[in-house]
């Protein structure tokens, strides 16, 4: 599966968006929280609206790479699970 392309969001565009007055639905967008698990969706979306409240430049890296990590386990995840069905259907 590939991912598509999009610009890079950066940290300094992370806290650029806080003003936006639709700030958690926009960053949770931009950091693809859909193609995360379902509890990695929902503590995406809390760490966002902690960092709203009183986030910084350093928070926002953390925010990023804790959304990388956790897109990345979820896409291993299903790897994972579809050479699994694989093997199966092979037998």
């Given at each position: 599966?590939?991912?598509?392309?999009?610009?890079?969001?950066?940290?300094?565009?992370?806290?650029?968006?806080?003003?936006?007055?639709?700030?958690?639905?926009?960053?949770?967008?931009?950091?693809?929280?859909?193609?995360?698990?379902?509890?990695?969706?929902?503590?995406?979306?809390?760490?966002?609206?902690?960092?709203?409240s009183?986030?910084?430049?350093?928070?926002?890296?953390?925010?990023?790479?804790?959304?990388?990590?956790?897109?990345?386990?979820?896409?291993?995840y299903?790897?994972?699970?579809?050479?699994?069905?694989?093997?199966?259907?092979a037998?």
């Amino acid at each position: 599966m590939t991912q598509p392309d999009t610009p890079t969001l950066t940290a300094a565009a992370i806290v650029s968006l806080r003003n936006d007055s639709d700030a958690l639905r926009v960053i949770t967008e931009k950091l693809r929280v859909k193609e995360m698990g379902p509890a990695d969706h929902i503590r995406t979306k809390h760490e966002v609206k902690a960092f709203l409240s009183t986030g910084d430049l350093v928070e926002a890296e953390r925010l990023l790479i804790r959304a990388q990590a956790r897109r990345d386990l979820q896409q291993a995840y299903r790897e994972e699970v579809a050479q699994r069905q694989g093997q199966r259907m092979a037998q």
